[in-house]
């Protein structure tokens, strides 16, 4: 039961932690508030994970961290900062360091060890080693002079009324944050007029004394394998920076993850526990990671979230569930779904331009714009704050932490003992994929993350890659039965190239008999030029809509609302439609047309697609078409996968696809120089992702190359095209930012640099504006050729 803790009213109106500016509710906010309110955010991840400290060999974990949140700001005390808050002028120094000066008083409730760490949180709770180095940290400078000016500007009703706070309320605070029983030791001050003509007189030479033990320790910790020391100091710095962040965002308590019996989450999806498949069942009585192999359509999203009912129990909860995605559309669509059932209020989504997805949502409840873009923002920033329990998330976003990004040990403090959901691993290329499962293994071995790995198809060099990263898992199969009930695509090899006369009058003649028709094609250019040809041919007799990666996300969200609309395995306004798409179709909508025609792609491509028809099995079969032709990748894929496929495809045509077999049409197609290619390139990129991240991974020491790095990798370059820059202008100059950025239209880097080396990229007004020389619709998107 809280009880009410004893205030230090004294400090109230002396001492601020925020201006009106950023204080709750436009006030200013005290010192002792803010430091409250961050004990708080503490408590709650201390009640989310209370045997970590145990977990990773270091019991004092919460001890160190509720005296480096206690003290964590003292150093606002001084005159120019509280200055600064009330209008002054900016302050030139670091106040984390003038904080050091108070550490010495809580000495007794701390061993040596315990006050290293206690220095290190403090410290480095807003600037990484470097920049605390550059101003105060150099080595042969042993003039105390600008710490001596510092400690020189905190007044001594301040100092006294500090010394007070700590002297008479701790014990208070402990127990109505009920934190009574996690170890917190509570230490006898020094006398006031010791302490206060202590910090007066030797503060200054206190600070400098434990910024050179941060230094030394530093060195100590990077040269050090010891997990307790690694992993521990990475929880030290990301719960001290997550609660201190969420303090000052002033979030409510974090939801807590509905994560109970299987029953309760059977019922808040509405399926009845009796008609569950084999695999599903199978997926509830599994502990610890797992890998389920499953036809399309059998339920593999309810059997992942059984998995992770299973997880849980009362020695070893799970705090947080991620599930993670390849595509932003199927992100979206997981978010949504998980949000409505399974989890409402609890998830959070975390992509590139969920802000933006955020914001479509808010006005379809009919939120003015500037309400939705507030709320989106909102919702965006909540996720980033690790607030939500569940997290639809790319896995290139759990990336940011061996790359370490800025905030990179909260990012990483949230994943201790969490459940992952790897949906689609499949989708991505082996250099990708090398560092996904290199940040798996990772995960799993330190931080005792649990995995749950699903797809209709593995290769089986994929499985043995699996079994490594994942080390003792699971294997879950569905049963043949069911794979032989979900047998629904009769294939066909179309010869020649979709593009041809012949075959483009042969699908506008079956888009004409009222079917729902996929064309998908492997690049943006053959999209818009069979689209281009459907229209001419199809007169306004069939609804068309183009479906590509190089539309703005405006446009974009528009066509995939319509598609679902039309064709949408839960739509109750489904009608006829001629679909055509990039593989960006593959596993993003959830969707269900009559047939497919596609160009020819690597095997695991063509069964994505497939997927997307008869997805319901209300057909006994529906077919799926694939052309011979082109044979080579297109620039897309490596030639030798797409011919390998239809090698394959040529043993099976005319006849029901077996989807269990399909596994063994993988391992047909990844062997011999496929094989050793595909391995090689895997083993390169794992060496050197674990070579320059994950062995090189530690606290405090967020790295700049590495982020750059990382951007180039794995994110795509948002450009506007020419035309729109007064468009983009008015609305940024009326306030609506959200809906200005929905003008943007991402390119991979590779296609960013071919424009630039062409001459066709500008800078506009801010310079960080891509401006590019390519026609752009709403109709064909950018059209680069």
Avoid at 45 to 62: D, E, K, Q
Avoid at 129 to 148: N, S
Avoid at 159 to 173: A, K, Q, V
Avoid at 594 to 617: C, K, S, W
Wanted: net charge negative; hydrophobic share 40%.
């Amino acid at each position: 039961m809280m009880t009410t803790p004893l205030w230090p009213d004294w400090l109230e109106d002396v001492l601020w932690a925020k201006s009106a500016e950023k204080g709750a509710g436009g006030q200013a906010e005290s010192l002792a508030r803010h430091t409250w309110y961050v004990l708080e955010k503490l408590a709650e991840a201390i009640r989310l994970r209370p045997n970590l400290p145990m977990a990773l060999g270091f019991p004092s974990l919460w001890n160190c961290l509720f005296w480096a949140c206690f003290l964590h700001d003292f150093g606002k005390a001084a005159r120019g900062f509280q200055e600064r808050l009330r209008g002054g002028p900016k302050w030139p120094h670091r106040h984390e360091v003038l904080s050091l000066a108070f550490l010495d008083w809580i000495s007794e409730a701390l061993s040596d060890e315990e006050r290293r760490w206690v220095a290190a949180a403090i410290v480095s709770h807003h600037k990484d080693a470097d920049e605390i180095g550059l101003m105060y940290m150099d080595p042969t400078d042993l003039d105390d002079e600008p710490l001596t000016a510092l400690v020189a500007e905190i007044s001594e009703e301040a100092i006294t009324g500090l010394w007070r706070w700590l002297n008479e309320c701790p014990s208070s605070w402990i127990e109505a944050l009920g934190l009574g029983g996690v170890g917190i030791q509570v230490p006898t001050l020094p006398a006031q007029a010791e302490a206060v003509q202590g910090l007066r007189e030797r503060g200054a030479m206190r600070a400098r004394h434990w910024l050179q033990t941060y230094r030394r320790w530093l060195k100590t910790l990077s040269c050090s394998d010891e997990r307790s020391l690694v992993i521990g100091t990475l929880a030290l710095r990301g719960h001290l920076v997550s609660a201190d962040h969420m303090a000052s965002a002033h979030t409510d308590e974090s939801p807590t993850l509905l994560l109970t019996r299987p029953t309760d989450l059977l019922m808040r999806l509405g399926i009845d526990e009796s008609r569950l498949y084999a695999h599903q069942k199978a997926c509830a009585a599994t502990r610890g990671s797992a890998v389920l192999i499953a036809p399309t359509g059998s339920g593999k999203t309810e059997s992942a979230l059984l998995w992770a009912c299973a997880q849980a129990n009362e020695a070893r909860p799970v705090p947080r569930l991620f599930y993670t995605l390849p595509y932003q559309a199927s992100m979206n669509a997981m978010y949504d779904r998980l949000n409505s059932k399974a989890f409402p209020g609890q998830v959070g989504l975390e992509h590139s331009r969920s802000t933006l997805a955020l914001y479509r949502r808010w006005l379809d409840e009919d939120y003015t714009p500037q309400q939705a873009a507030r709320a989106a923002r909102w919702g965006k920033n909540l996720a980033q704050l690790n607030y939500f329990p569940v997290r639809v998330l790319s896995p290139y976003q759990i990336l940011k932490a061996p790359y370490r990004l800025k905030g990179y040990e909260a990012l990483l403090s949230d994943f201790f003992d969490a459940a992952f959901i790897l949906d689609e691993v499949h989708a991505y290329e082996a250099g990708r994929l090398a560092m996904i499962l290199g940040t798996v293994k990772y995960l799993r071995e330190q931080f005792g993350a649990r995995f749950f790995v699903m797809s209709a198809t593995l290769p089986g060099l994929l499985r043995t890659r699996l079994a490594n990263v994942l080390g003792e898992h699971t294997s879950i199969r569905a049963t043949p039965e069911l794979f032989t009930r979900f047998r629904r695509h009769r294939l066909y090899l179309m010869d020649g190239d979709l593009l041809t006369d012949r075959w483009l009058a042969h699908i506008g003649e079956v888009a004409l008999s009222k079917q729902s028709v996929l064309v998908c094609c492997n690049t943006v250019k053959r999209t818009q030029q069979v689209y281009d040809e459907m229209r001419r041919r199809l007169q306004g007799n069939a609804q068309i809509v183009l479906l590509h990666g190089r539309f703005n996300s405006k446009d974009r969200l528009d066509k995939e609302k319509t598609i679902q609309a039309a064709t949408g395995t839960q739509s109750t306004a489904r009608k006829p439609i001629v679909l055509v798409a990039t593989q960006v179709v593959e596993v993003s909508l959830d969707i269900d047309l009559d047939v497919i025609y596609t160009d020819p792609a690597p095997l695991e491509a063509l069964i994505q697609r497939f997927g997307r028809v008869n997805r319901r099995r209300l057909k006994e079969w529906a077919p799926v078409c694939v052309f011979t032709e082109p044979t080579d990748g297109q620039g897309v894929y490596e030639n030798d996968l797409v011919q390998a496929a239809l090698k394959v495809l040529a043993k099976n045509a005319d006849q029901m696809i077996d989807e269990e077999r399909i596994s063994d049409w993988l391992d047909e197609v990844y062997q011999g120089p496929i094989a050793e290619r595909w391995n090689q390139a895997y083993q390169r990129a794992y060496d050197e992702f674990e070579g320059a991240c994950l062995l090189t991974l530690r606290a405090f020491n967020s790295n700049e190359q590495l982020e750059e790095a990382f951007y180039r990798a794995f994110d795509s370059v948002e450009v506007l095209p020419v035309g729109k820059e007064l468009e983009y202008h008015q609305l940024v100059d009326n306030n609506e930012p959200l809906e200005a950025s929905q003008l943007f239209v991402p390119l991979r880097w590779r296609q960013f640099q071919d424009l630039r080396n062409k001459g066709k990229v500008h800078e506009g007004q801010p310079e960080w504006l891509k401006i590019v020389e390519a026609e752009y619709s709403s109709e064909f998107g950018l059209r680069l050729d």
